[in-house]
């Protein structure tokens, strides 16, 4: 965890933030104030250790090869949900400023980061694959499909995701302080790396589903979004492939 705060410090650092750490209490609380001209940022950061053991291996996919083939479906994770859950709790136990904004920073390293951050924002903003009756338009992703993280907590403002090197900011939108991250020098900083539902139309290849039925039965949230939309969607499984 000391590695992913040290990349934490230098991220904010180089943006031209003062970054301090906070003082350990006898709850867990976040990592990192973090403080821009006009902001203050209450930072839990959070690693996930790319060990290769959560790939699921395909048999006999080259019966008469060594080589090895993996598929991994673009789906949510309870596990990352797990991390996100126990990084809401320590940023809620921690004291700030009444205006503070409050982030997770989820750090993936290794030759499968790009498949962890996937399932973080399906994660996070309950994503799910869908497509038209074939010949009838193209598929889409849908945002809030599923019930999300960002739903269920409001007080985390956004998330920042980091694969290897690159970075990406994520939106809450059930935060009241959202507009606050959306116009804050670390948003302005992040330029186009910027995860931002409001932001989004047909064009992106995303549809987001606001409403307010229940998530929990697929068939009623596909009627919603016919209602919604004028299309007939069903849902599809992607999946990532190694080779």
């Known amino acids: 965890m000391e590695h992913a705060k040290q990349i934490a410090c230098h991220f904010f650092e180089k943006l031209g933030f003062h970054v301090e750490d906070i003082p350990e209490a006898r709850e867990k609380r976040a990592d990192l104030k973090v403080d821009d001209v006009d902001q203050q940022y ?23 090869s060594d080589r090895k083939v993996t598929r991994e479906p673009h789906t949510i994770s309870n596990r990352i949900d797990g991390i996100l859950k126990d990084g809401r709790i320590q940023l809620n136990a921690t004291p700030a400023k009444d205006d503070a904004l409050r982030l997770i920073f989820l750090l993936f390293t ?3 980061a790009d498949m962890f951050v996937r399932r973080s924002l399906y994660t996070f903003y309950g994503l799910q694959d869908v497509i038209p009756p074939t010949g009838n338009g193209v598929g ?28 990406q900011l994520c939106l809450n939108e059930f935060s009241s302080s959202c507009d606050v991250l959306r116009k804050s020098q670390l948003a302005i900083k992040m330029g186009a790396a910027i995860y931002d539902p409001a932001c989004f139309d047909d064009d992106n290849g ?11 039965n697929e068939h009623e949230v596909l009627d919603e979004l016919e209602r919604l939309t004028g299309v007939r969607y069903h849902t599809i499984n992607l999946n990532r492939y190694t080779f």
């Open 206 to 216: 995303k549809v987001v589903l606001r409403s307010t039925i229940s998530r929990t």
């Open 42 to 64: 209450i930072v839990e950061v959070k690693e996930k250790l790319d060990t290769g053991s959560q790939l699921t291996l395909l048999e006999n996919s080259y019966p008469s």
């Open 110 to 112: 290794g030759p499968n």
């Open 140 to 167: 889409q992703n849908c945002v809030y499909f599923h019930n999300s993280f960002s739903f269920s907590s409001p007080s985390v403002d956004g998330l920042l995701i980091v694969e290897n090197d690159e970075v």
